[in-house]
Structure formats: C-alpha cells, structure tokens
C-alpha cells in the first residue's frame, strides 16, 4: 500500500471526525456594519450620531431556513437597527434592519425599540421578537420611551401576527430588561411564552389565548454570587414541553420548573422549583436541543453539552441532575462571551461570542488592529431545535435524525475500512 493511499485515508479519518464534532466559523466582524440604502443616509447617521460604530455589538441569534437573524443591542445610543437579517452585500455579510429601517426607530412605539432576543417557531415560521421600549440601559440615563411588548411575526406572509404590550405592573417600564424567551406547545399550537427579565429577576408567563401577562419571582432567580448584578438571564424549554429550565447569569445554580406550573397564574411556583446542579460556569444563553441542554461559558470561552437524556434515564426528569456535562468546543480568543443559541435545519447549534466585557468597559478596538469583534459560530450536534418536533412528534425531524445517524454511521464504516486495510497491508 503506497504512500499515498495511507495519506488519503488519514485525511478521511480526519475530515470525518471534524465533521463529527468541529465548528465552523461562520461570520467575523471588527464593526456592525448595515445595509445601507446609500452612503448618503450612512453619512447622515454618522453625523447625527444615529450610528455610533463602538456602541454597535451583536448579541441574540436565531434562524429559520436559510435566514440568520441577528441582534444589536440598544444599550447605549447610536444603534440605527436592533434586529436584522444576514445579506451578503458587495461581497461582504452585512446587517438588513428587519423586517425594515421603518421598524427601527428610537420613540416610535410601534417600531422595535431594543430587541434582545426572540425565538422562531420553525413549524410556523412566526418570530417571537422581545422588545424591551427602553434603550440605552448601560447608560447612566437610560431612555424608557416605550413600554416592553412582544411581537409575532410571520416571516413567509411578511406581516404582523400579534403586538402586546405588557403593563406597567407586569413589566416594570422604567427597569425592565427582558432579555431571552421560548416557547411552550399544548395540542399542537403555542399556547404560551417565557420571557427572563435579567434586571427585575422575574420570569414572565405570556398567555397567548388570553392575550395576558403575569409573571413569577423567586430567589432561585436573582444573582447568588456577591456582588452579583445579573440575575435570570438564560432559560431553556424541554422538547416534550414539560419542563423549563433557567440559570442567573450571575451565579451557577441550574433550576427546573415544571410547565403545568408556569401555566397556572396562581401557582406556588416556589414550592415547585427545583436546583438540578452546578454548571462549570457563569452562563448567559443556554439551550435545549432535542436531548441536552447546551450552555454558553462565558469567560471560559467555550460551550458545554449536559445530556439531559442519558442523566434523566438513571432518575427519570422530575429528578434529574446535572451530571453528564461536558465541553463541546473552546477558543480561548474567538469565543469569548459565548451568548446566545440558535439552531438549523441540519443539526447545527450556532451561538454568538462578542466578548462582552470588553464593550462594557470600552476597551474594545474597532481599527481591526486586533482582530475582529463579533464571531458567529456553527457547531454539528446532530440535534435539532426543542421545537423542531412540536407539532408533528415523529414526522417533522425523521429526516433530520436519520441523516445524522447516516453520518455517523458513514464514519464509523469508513473507520472500521481504514482499519481493515492497514491490518490488511500494514502500515509502509
Ligand atoms: C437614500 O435612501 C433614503 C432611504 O431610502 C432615501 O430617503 C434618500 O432619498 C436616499 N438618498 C439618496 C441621495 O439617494
Ligand atoms: C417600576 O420601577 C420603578 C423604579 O424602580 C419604581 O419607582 C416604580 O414604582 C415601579 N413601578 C411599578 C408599577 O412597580
Ligand atoms: C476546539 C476544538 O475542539 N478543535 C479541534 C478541531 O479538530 C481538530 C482536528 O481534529 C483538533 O486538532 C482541534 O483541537
């Protein structure tokens, strides 16, 4: 066997066990840069400071299809679009305001205000957008000009579905941050929405038949660490929908609620919560696939899969604990502040790292100096989205897991091959 068979099968090998497991860097960006409809009104912007370059960061990620939606958060002025769409403009992959630039400005109550995150229903096509009305909310003054509301979006019909807004005694006007949300399926349809508020520690139940809000609090929810400043942030919704799951940012608890109690107003929701464990590290976004929940570890740079599954199989899930834990992928430089999740149709789970704590204390070179800013990254998991099998159980996602399987199987064949045939030949 020459030389050159042996290299061709080791580049198999490893071209399949990079499929198995690696990421794919998907976008880099030094700045947020939008798609202009010409350099007239990006001039304009600049000028009147509508377009402040550092202030500009991506945070939230969602997909649907072959669109990615991104987020820009409105922490400080100077955001001209919180929520956009990938576009590859001149060669380049750059931001589309969506669904419009008139969506998008600052004091009309209509349009998006500040939209941190929003979940997309991949059986409807519908995005679920959060949108805090407040803006500016790192800044000393923040700007509370429109109340927070949510808004259903159809993506394939381009047109409103729902627009609520919550009450003042619901969702605090002036200190509100509702900052991540999924959704909850009963018989088919959604029937209800969580939202985390990660300054006013409570979680919100949006009752979309009756078209009203409430939330809980409970101390499982607010910071644990002292000093602590971020309490709830990242929430996550198991597939059969029995159970959500939730974790400060500023604290390492992991806790589990049941849904039949997030459905119930009148609820004793602390008499129901439960810790489920430690993870290894402060977590902003977490998500659940359709077997582990996945966890961003925001300064140990990386993403961490706990198998919800194989964990529940010991206890069953009313009982399960955080104990199958383990580091997916990791990059001391290019993932730091591993955010917010999002999945595809082919078993990807993508995230978003924008090392965060450099925008805050404005130590973050926009020249491109150092390297780029913002990363999207892509990871094969060979899961699909907790919602993926919402409405069809069984049908929906054959195909999906079957050409998972179909390749993990492919790498296990070619394996046991190149095993074969250098027992065959011998090594040269
Ligand atoms: C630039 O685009 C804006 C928004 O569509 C439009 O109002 C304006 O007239 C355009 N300016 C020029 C010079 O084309
Ligand atoms: C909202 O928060 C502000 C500031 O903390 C507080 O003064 C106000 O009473 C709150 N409003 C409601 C309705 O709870
Ligand atoms: C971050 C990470 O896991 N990278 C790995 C990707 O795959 C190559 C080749 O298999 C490894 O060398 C990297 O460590």
Same mark, same amino acid.
């Given at each position: 066997?020459?030389?050159?068979?042996?290299?061709?099968?080791?580049? !198999?090998?490893?071209?399949?066990?990079?499929?198995?497991?690696?990421?794919?860097?998907?976008?880099?960006?030094?700045?947020?840069?939008?798609?202009?409809?010409?350099?007239?009104?990006?001039?304009?912007?600049?000028?009147?400071?509508?377009?402040?370059?550092?202030?500009?960061?991506?945070?939230?990620?969602?997909?649907?299809?072959?669109?990615?939606?991104?987020?820009?958060?409105?922490?400080?002025?100077?955001?001209?679009?919180?929520?956009?769409?990938?576009?590859?403009?001149?060669?380049?992959?750059?931001?589309?305001?969506?669904?419009?630039?008139?969506?998008?400005?600052?004091?009309?109550?209509?349009? !998006?205000?500040?939209?941190?995150?929003?979940?997309?229903?991949?059986?409807?096509?519908?995005?679920?957008?959060?949108?805090?009305?407040?803006?500016?909310?790192?800044?000393?003054?923040?700007?509370?000009?429109?109340?927070?509301? !949510?808004?259903?979006?159809?993506?394939?019909?381009?047109?409103?579905?729902?627009?609520?807004?919550?009450?003042?005694?619901?969702?605090?006007?002036?200190?509100?941050?509702?900052?991540?949300?999924?959704?909850?399926?009963?018989?088919?349809?959604?029937?209800?929405?969580?939202?985390?508020?990660?300054?006013?520690?409570?979680?919100?139940?949006?009752?979309?038949?009756?078209?009203?809000?409430?939330?809980?609090?409970?101390?499982?929810?607010?910071?644990?660490?002292?000093?602590?400043?971020?309490?709830?942030?990242?929430?996550?919704?198991?597939?059969?929908?029995?159970?959500?799951?939730?974790?400060?940012?500023?604290?390492?608890?992991?806790?589990?609620?049941?849904?039949?109690?997030?459905?119930?107003?009148?609820?004793?929701?602390?008499?129901?919560?439960?810790?489920?464990?430690?993870?290894?590290?402060?977590?902003?976004?977490?998500?659940?696939?359709?077997?582990?929940?996945?966890?961003?570890?925001?300064?140990?740079?990386?993403?961490?899969?706990?198998?919800?599954?194989?964990?529940?199989?010991?206890?069953?899930?009313?009982?399960?604990?955080?104990?199958?834990?383990? !580091?997916?992928?990791?990059?001391?430089?290019?993932?730091?502040?591993?955010?917010?999740?999002?999945?595809?149709?082919?078993?990807?789970?993508?995230?978003?790292?924008?090392?965060?704590?450099?925008?805050?204390?404005?130590?973050?070179?926009?020249?491109?100096?150092?390297?780029?800013?913002?990363?999207?990254?892509?990871?094969?998991?060979?899961?699909?989205?907790?919602?993926?099998?919402?409405?069809?159980?069984?049908?929906?996602?054959?195909?999906?897991?079957?050409?998972?399987?179909?390749?993990?199987?492919?790498?296990?064949?070619?394996?046991?091959?190149?095993?074969?045939?250098?027992?065959?030949?011998?090594?040269?």
């Amino acid at each position: 066997m020459d030389l050159y068979a042996v290299t061709s099968l080791l580049v !198999l090998w490893v071209t399949c066990s990079r499929a198995a497991t690696n990421q794919t860097l998907v976008y880099s960006w030094v700045t947020v840069e939008y798609d202009w409809p010409n350099d007239t009104m990006k001039a304009e912007y600049i000028k009147t400071k509508k377009y402040i370059v550092e202030n500009n960061i991506v945070t939230g990620i969602k997909l649907y299809k072959d669109d990615v939606f991104l987020t820009v958060s409105r922490w400080r002025p100077g955001v001209p679009s919180t929520l956009n769409r990938v576009v590859t403009k001149g060669g380049k992959s750059v931001l589309q305001p969506y669904p419009g630039w008139e969506d998008q400005t600052v004091g009309q109550c209509g349009a !998006l205000q500040y939209v941190q995150s929003m979940e997309v229903d991949p059986n409807t096509g519908f995005i679920w957008i959060i949108d805090n009305g407040r803006t500016d909310t790192m800044e000393t003054t923040p700007s509370n000009l429109c109340p927070p509301k !949510l808004v259903v979006y159809d993506i394939n019909k381009k047109k409103e579905v729902r627009s609520y807004t919550f009450p003042d005694d619901v969702a605090n006007h002036t200190s509100c941050f509702l900052n991540d949300i999924v959704l909850d399926y009963v018989n088919g349809d959604v029937k209800f929405a969580y939202i985390t508020d990660t300054n006013d520690a409570k979680l919100y139940v949006y009752d979309y038949d009756k078209d009203e809000s409430y939330f809980f609090q409970d101390d499982t929810m607010k910071a644990s660490i002292p000093g602590g400043k971020f309490p709830i942030d990242g929430i996550a919704m198991s597939p059969d929908f029995k159970y959500v799951y939730y974790c400060p940012l500023d604290g390492l608890g992991t806790f589990q609620i049941a849904t039949s109690v997030l459905r119930n107003k009148d609820a004793a929701f602390s008499q129901h919560v439960r810790s489920v464990g430690q993870r290894v590290g402060k977590t902003g976004g977490i998500t659940y696939g359709q077997r582990s929940i996945f966890y961003g570890l925001l300064f140990k740079n990386g993403v961490q899969r706990w198998m919800v599954e194989e964990d529940a199989q010991q206890t069953g899930y009313d009982k399960v604990t955080l104990t199958t834990d383990q !580091l997916i992928v990791h990059d001391d430089v290019r993932m730091r502040w591993p955010d917010t999740f999002g999945w595809d149709d082919s078993g990807h789970l993508w995230f978003t790292a924008n090392d965060l704590t450099t925008y805050l204390d404005r130590t973050k070179d926009f020249s491109g100096a150092s390297g780029p800013n913002m990363y999207v990254w892509k990871v094969f998991v060979n899961e699909g989205s907790y919602l993926s099998k919402a409405r069809d159980q069984g049908q929906t996602n054959a195909d999906k897991s079957s050409s998972g399987a179909t390749s993990v199987l492919h790498c296990v064949g070619l394996r046991v091959a190149l095993f074969v045939v250098l027992l065959l030949f011998g090594i040269p």
